[in-house]
């Protein structure tokens, strides 16, 4: 066994450089799997065949001589929330249980086109509706830093994946924030690129104006390099970016930071976020201006009311996409029933989570007649001004640096019998899915008890190249251990 954990980069080095072999890569991988999913419990589902069989062709490829792909020797693993053609997809629901999906995600293609090998899916709340990954209808993830507490949501599984050292790369989904707030829990690296950028076709539809598609990855370097394989239109997509992707994202990640302007609110520093935290922030804003970069403190007054905003828009576009989980067409049905009304009605009640049952029925009251304009409508004109706000930001500075989440990782069981508090814990990340912008969550730093603290880096739209020079900068600068418990357990 390998006694590192290694990044996407060293990776395929030791592929290309015949130093092992894809199918000895993938057989690594699976071993570290074996020891670590009893406790963390990561993945839903492992696919060894499909895996080794994508390893044997990159392998056979390298031996004729042939052009191998930007990912070729690289493990990585899905959110369970993303189509694979012949393997079962099931958003930790029971509804999809058993839900075998007949094609791939555009993003599923674009790994096997790179030459990546697929191991598996991971878990996440269902139908990535929560924080914690505490609503997945299967089993509870843990954290690798500490077992005792979550991974956060709702791509906690990918994260977790990541941070326990078994994958380098895993795709997660942000709707509100539910790639970066993993990522800030479990000590890695999360991307939330530019609505648009990244397809969303295959991927099982939460909020379709807020759901986006990117990368967990050990530091900014690999998540660049995965971006470079993700990123670009497809026509199968119709909110796809009519846009020519960067060349590579790699390309800059060295050039001096001096002259670039950071904007850090006021409000992301009120009452209500943990001390620890707070001095996390403070401690990277004075590192950013040692390379060069000037930081001024900033308002952004709508950045509390976006919360509001998100939960109406969010659970209305969840009550209209999750219509057709409905027991006829595909998916959980009740063994007996009487009629078609008692089919859907016990299709949904017996096999939806709770969660998912709340968000339903405050999207429908939202949409409702006589409620549409009070709530729904009024969230979309609010929705506007924050967009219109950081458009405004973003002319006068080159990034926004903030925290990710007001908490650091959480007990398991700590938040689950008081929804309103999971849902504060958005606050600093769903007006960023809001306005459609790209953010960074890396790890900055960590609190008296070893658990990590990421940080936030805030674009404007299609800046994903600023965002990933800084991070990748302000990485080289701090350069902190960031090998996680069990992890370290896996090596020994």
Known sequence: MVKTVMTLDEYQQL???????ARELVMETFARIDKVEPSVKAYLTLCRELALDQADRQDKKLADGKETGKLSGVPVALKDNMCTDGIKTTCASRILEDFVPPYNAQVTDLLNDAGAMIVGKTNLDEFAM?????????????NPWDLTRVPGGSSGGSAAAVASGTVPLALGSDTGGSIRQPA????????????GLVSRYGLVAFASSLDQIGPFTRNARDAALALDV????????????QYKAASSYTKDLEQPLKGMKAALPKEYMQEGIDPEIKQVLLETAALLETLGVDVDEVSLPYSKAGLSAYYLISSAEASSNLARFDGIRYGYRPEEFDNLEELMVRSRSEAFGSE????????????????????????????????????????????????????????????????????????????????GLPAISLPCGFSQKGLPIGMQLIGGHLAENKLLKVAYQLEQQMNLD??????????K
Do not use: W
């Open 15 to 21: 592929f290309l450089n015949k130093q092992a072999s």
């Open 230 to 241: 993700l990123a670009g239109h497809d026509e199968k997509d119709a909110t796809s970016l």
């Open 184 to 195: 800030s829990f479990c000590g890695v690296v999360g991307l939330k690129p530019t609505y």
């Open 130 to 142: 929560g924080s914690s990954t505490e609503n997945s209808a299967f089993q509870l993830t843990s």
């Open 356 to 435: 998912v049952k709340r968000r339903i029925m405050l999207g429908t009251y939202a949409l409702s007649s006589g409620y549409y304009d009070a709530y729904y409508h009024r969230a979309q004109l609010l929705r506007n001004r924050i967009r219109q706000q950081f458009v405004e930001l973003f002319s006068r500075y080159d990034l926004v640096l903030g925290p990710v989440t007001p908490s650091l990782p959480f007990v398991k069981g700590e938040k689950t019998d008081d929804p309103l508090e999971m849902y504060l814990g958005d606050v600093f990340t769903v007006d960023i899915n809001l306005a």
């Open 482 to 491: 960031l090998v996680s418990p069990v992890a370290r357990e896996v090596l």
